[in-house]
């Protein structure tokens, strides 16, 4: 059974090694988030790095998740001092668990607040696609994704909660929630 990729990227206002009151915030709302979304039915995984040290995103060993890569558009730093971005990789078992999750409890709150610690990019921050059973997806992959996503809008191989499709390529919708193409950047 194909399992949902999940890639979500963000531009911080400032470096994740600021040591400001408001980067503090987010690494703390971060860390609850995550361990809420761990144990979240339908979610099955998330890209970790083997080392474990989150400022060092570009030289970690990121093991079947591939080497860490990022969009075009990110022009901040790469260095443990200078990394200025917020992302994630993970897999699912479906849309509903995935949407359930991220628009619901701790989670919903961080949304809220997004635009304290986030740039507003003119791109969209996250992309869907389906894997096949035991494939990892890669940081690259992801990458791919959300650039075609930028650059063509919502297909089944780069896809949003609003413009959502099944395993098989055809348009599927989550209920509850109307189409609108604004939604994606």
Same mark, same amino acid.
């Given at each position: 059974?194909?399992? =949902?990729?999940?890639?979500?990227?963000?531009?911080?206002? *400032?470096? =994740?090694?600021?040591?400001?009151? =408001?980067?503090?915030?987010?690494?703390? !709302?971060?860390?609850?988030?995550?361990?809420? !979304?761990?144990?979240?039915?339908?979610?099955?995984?998330?890209?970790?790095?083997?080392?474990?040290?989150?400022?060092?995103?570009?030289?970690?060993?990121?093991?079947?998740?591939?080497?860490?890569?990022?969009?075009?558009?990110?022009?901040?730093?790469?260095?443990?001092?200078?990394?200025?971005?917020?992302?994630?990789? *993970?897999?699912?078992?479906?849309?509903? %668990?995935?949407?359930?999750? !991220?628009?619901?409890?701790?989670?919903?709150?961080?949304?809220? +607040?997004?635009?304290?610690?986030?740039?507003?990019?003119?791109?969209?921050?996250?992309?869907?696609?389906?894997?096949?059973?035991?494939?990892?997806?890669?940081?690259?992959?992801?990458? *791919?994704?959300?650039?075609?996503?930028?650059?063509?809008?919502?297909?089944?191989?780069?896809?949003?909660?609003?413009?959502?499709?099944?395993?098989?390529?055809?348009?599927?919708? @989550?209920?509850? @929630?109307? %189409?609108?193409?604004?939604?994606? +950047?």
């Amino acid at each position: 059974m194909p399992h =949902l990729a999940l890639y979500t990227f963000g531009v911080l206002k *400032s470096p =994740l090694a600021d040591p400001a009151p =408001l980067t503090r915030e987010f690494y703390d !709302i971060g860390e609850a988030v995550y361990g809420k !979304i761990g144990q979240h039915p339908g979610y099955l995984a998330r890209a970790e790095a083997a080392d474990g040290d989150p400022g060092m995103l570009f030289e970690a060993d990121w093991c079947a998740w591939g080497e860490f890569a990022v969009p075009t558009w990110y022009g901040k730093g790469r260095t443990v001092e200078t990394t200025a971005l917020a992302t994630t990789l *993970s897999l699912w078992t479906d849309l509903r %668990p995935a949407f359930d999750a !991220i628009y619901t409890g701790l989670h919903r709150e961080a949304l809220n +607040r997004r635009y304290d610690w986030f740039e507003r990019t003119g791109h969209p921050s996250y992309v869907f696609w389906w894997v096949p059973d035991g494939v990892t997806p890669t940081w690259q992959d992801g990458v *791919s994704r959300l650039e075609h996503l930028h650059d063509h809008d919502s297909a089944p191989h780069a896809f949003t909660f609003r413009h959502s499709y099944t395993p098989e390529g055809t348009p599927a919708g @989550i209920k509850g @929630i109307a %189409p609108k193409s604004d939604q994606v +950047r």
